[in-house]
């Protein structure tokens, strides 16, 4: 399987010379211009590798660094300063890259820190006709993909792993804590019912049930 590269950098000129460069390495590299916007794409698919530019409209680079975890970020900067170097590889970044940049060591640099990138065992649950696949962060009924936020992906993956069980609203935001820091206990209920409208749009069923006082359940009949 190709790796995934998601290019975070509102240059379009150094934007489109990464990506001509590694996707001639056969990566597939998709865009995005500010830190909004890749926030925003985080939500629905995780990339193998982030480059990411630290000047960016919206979002800072410093603040999407500090948002994301479990992927390798290599930062892009025309920052040359060592505080700035330091601080980046101290905050969560695997290396940095000053701009300009040669573009044999971007390749280089790339492949080495997808290499030394963590294998992450592929697994798969299964309740009813719902099927979620943690390789692909996908979840599908029936061969139907939901396409489901990064916030209503880790919901989902919760109920999964405890299928037909009462789960406390606190246990669930507790678990989902460390990948979706905005997902309080008022929002969890809208989260839910995002879930079911996009549950119930593909069998007609009600999947999620509210267990009222305590938290949810999910059925796979």
Known sequence: ????????????????LEQE????EGYICYRAYSGTEAI??????????ILL???????????VL???????????????????????????AVDYI????????????????????????SEVYRCGDISLDTSSHSVSINGNEIKLTKTEYAIMKLLMQNPDQVIAKSVILDNIAEDTL????????????HIR?????????????????????LSGE
């Open 98 to 121: 000053t701009k300009p940049f040669n573009t044999r060591e971007l390749s280089a640099r790339v492949a080495v820190a997808l290499r030394k990138a963590p294998m992450i065992k």
């Open 40 to 49: 925003l794409l985080l939500e629905k698919q995780q990339p193998d590798l």
């Open 182 to 193: 905005d997902c309080t206990e008022s929002s969890l209920k809208t989260h839910i019912s």
């Open 21 to 24: 460069v590694l996707e001639r």
């Open 197 to 217: 409208t996009k549950l119930r749009e593909i069998e007609g069923k009600e999947y999620i049930e509210s267990i009222w006082g305590i938290g949810y359940k």
């Open 53 to 63: 530019d630290l000047m960016l409209p919206g979002i800072s680079g410093e603040d």
């Open 1 to 16: 399987m190709k790796n995934r590269i998601l290019i975070i950098d509102d240059d379009i000129q150094i934007g489109n």
């Open 66 to 92: 500090r948002r994301i975890n479990g992927i390798p970020i290599i930062v892009v900067s025309a920052k040359v300063g060592i505080d700035d170097k330091v601080s980046m590889l101290t905050g969560g």
